[in-house]
């Protein structure tokens, strides 16, 4: 049974660049939570994808958007970044209705800007 | 606002019992979540608490009071592999469907032989 995997696991870009991360959920999963880690900092949410639709969205300014295929992949996508854009991004999958909802977290990409 | 309370760090000795506390504030209230982080690695799940009690698994109990918008973690015969952070998080939708987490800083717990 996978778990959920991400690419890249590491990613080095400049400021101004842009950059997509992708995320595959744990097999019989269809909702998608993308998190930022700052170092030293608990993972903030950035937003979440059910039914190919964001559901719902935390702090973030419109540089990040995202997307949802489908087979329930997710895509994070971050434009013109930042220095304070690096960190780790965590996609989190987990079952969109019914019980605890227990989100299973991915190995993340750690994300430095230049 | 949403705000999350735990301690930054702890210390404990190997084959102790360690208690990490949790406070929040949130708009809403749907269950709340431990997690343990090694560094570089995702967070993995401990433990879910959504009425009033004491959860146990093994070596890990998690306890919650939502009146007092509090939980603690007790982590039990400590190894040195318990060495992690500790992340509290609380979903807070109001309906029971999927939900933001909102995650505390983090406990970086060291165990000392």
């Known amino acids: 049974d996978a778990g959920v995997t991400q690419s890249p696991t590491h990613l080095i870009k400049t400021r101004g660049q842009q950059v997509t991360l992708r995320c595959s959920p744990k097999s019989g999963h269809d909702t998608v939570s993308w998190y930022q880690q700052a170092l030293g900092q608990g993972p903030q949410f950035i937003f979440q994808?059910?039914?190919?639709?964001?559901?719902q969205r935390g702090n973030f300014p419109d540089r990040f958007s995202g997307h949802q295929f489908p087979n329930y992949s997710s895509e994070l996508n971050v434009n013109a970044l930042l220095l304070g854009d690096s960190a780790l991004y965590l996609c989190?999958?987990?079952?969109?209705?019914?019980?605890?909802?227990?989100?299973?977290f991915g190995p993340g990409t750690r994300l430095t800007v230049l | 606002g949403q705000n999350i309370d735990q301690p930054t760090e702890m210390t404990a000795t190997e084959g102790a019992i360690v208690q990490i506390n949790c406070t929040y504030q949130?708009?809403?209230?749907?269950?709340l979540f431990w997690y343990q982080q090694h560094a570089g690695e995702a967070p993995t799940f401990l433990s879910y608490n959504v009425l009033d009690g004491l959860e146990e698994k093994g070596r890990f109990s998690s306890f919650l009071s939502r009146s007092k918008g509090y939980s603690y973690l007790l982590l039990k015969e400590l190894q040195m592999k318990d060495s992690a952070s500790y992340l509290c998080?609380?979903?807070?939708?109001?309906?029971?469907?999927?939900?933001?987490?909102?995650f505390g800083q983090g406990t970086e717990l060291s165990v000392k032989p």
């Open positions: 989190a999958s987990s079952l969109g209705r019914g019980g605890r909802n227990e989100q299973f």
């Open positions: 998080a609380v979903r807070a939708s109001l309906y029971n469907q999927g939900g933001k987490l909102i």
């Open positions: 949130t708009s809403g209230f749907n269950g």
């Open positions: 994808y059910y039914e190919e639709e964001e559901r």
